[in-house]
């Protein structure tokens, strides 16, 4: 059974940093690329990154190009998105996800069960 | 970036109802479009894939179809867990875009 366990999500001031993790397991984490996407509460899904199997390829949201980038751990299998610079609009629920493919975002058929991210003086 | 528009925003519906909840794209994206069904304080759920594929798992009663910049996604006999909020999502630009979302209530 695939599982996805995202951690490091707080509240954080504006202009700080954070670094969100996931964890997971249950399937071989190098095949398949892995996604950031983020929720406003109440609001609908984005997009925010990709990282392929291998972490050669890396692609983002144009709001967030520059000032996150997601890394991952394949010997570990960890997903990572380090967030500088931080600001009121990245106020957002972040999910983990699994692509289907391996190399470029695709969709995704696992998803974590998201950790709160409040940008907040 | 593509644009996808889902319809209604907001649809009413009684268990055993047939329904349908429609895409656009601004665009042609093929058939590079998958929907996912939400539930209120959990991760989105993966329901069609490729326009019309089923995920696994998912039950037969969720359908999707459409080619180009337009989509559907229907039920074909309401059950009481499908009350949820569904997002189309387009694949084949990046980056890869939702719908507002159709949130499905009952009447």
């Known amino acids: 059974e695939v599982q996805l366990l995202e951690s490091g999500g707080a509240l954080v001031q504006p202009g700080g940093s954070l670094r969100l993790s996931c964890a997971a397991s249950g399937f071989t984490f190098s095949s398949y690329a892995m996604s950031w996407v983020r929720q406003v509460p109440g609001k609908g899904l984005e997009w925010v990154s990709t990282i392929s199997g291998a972490g050669g390829s890396t692609y983002y949201v144009d709001s967030v190009k520059g000032q996150f980038t997601i890394s991952r751990d394949n010997s570990k299998n960890m997903l990572y998105l380090q967030m500088n610079s931080l600001r009121a609009e990245d106020t957002a629920v972040y999910y983990c996800a699994k692509d289907t493919l391996p190399a470029a975002p695709s969709h995704w058929d696992s998803w974590g069960q998201g950790t709160l991210v409040t940008v907040s003086a | 970036d593509i644009q996808m528009t889902q319809s209604p925003s907001t649809l009413s519906a009684s268990v055993g109802d047939r329904v349908s909840i429609t895409c656009r794209a601004s665009q042609s994206v093929f058939s590079y479009v998958n929907w996912y069904q939400q539930k209120p304080g959990k991760a989105p759920n993966l329901l069609i894939y490729?326009?019309?594929s089923l995920q696994s798992g998912v039950p037969s009663r969720f359908s999707g179809s459409g080619f180009g910049t337009d989509f559907t996604l229907t039920i074909s006999s309401l059950q009481p867990e499908d009350f949820a909020t569904y997002y189309c999502?387009?694949?084949?630009?990046?980056?890869?875009?939702f719908g507002q979302g159709t949130t499905l209530e009952s009447k």
């Open positions: 490729a326009a019309s």
């Open positions: 999502q387009q694949s084949y630009f990046i980056p890869g875009t």
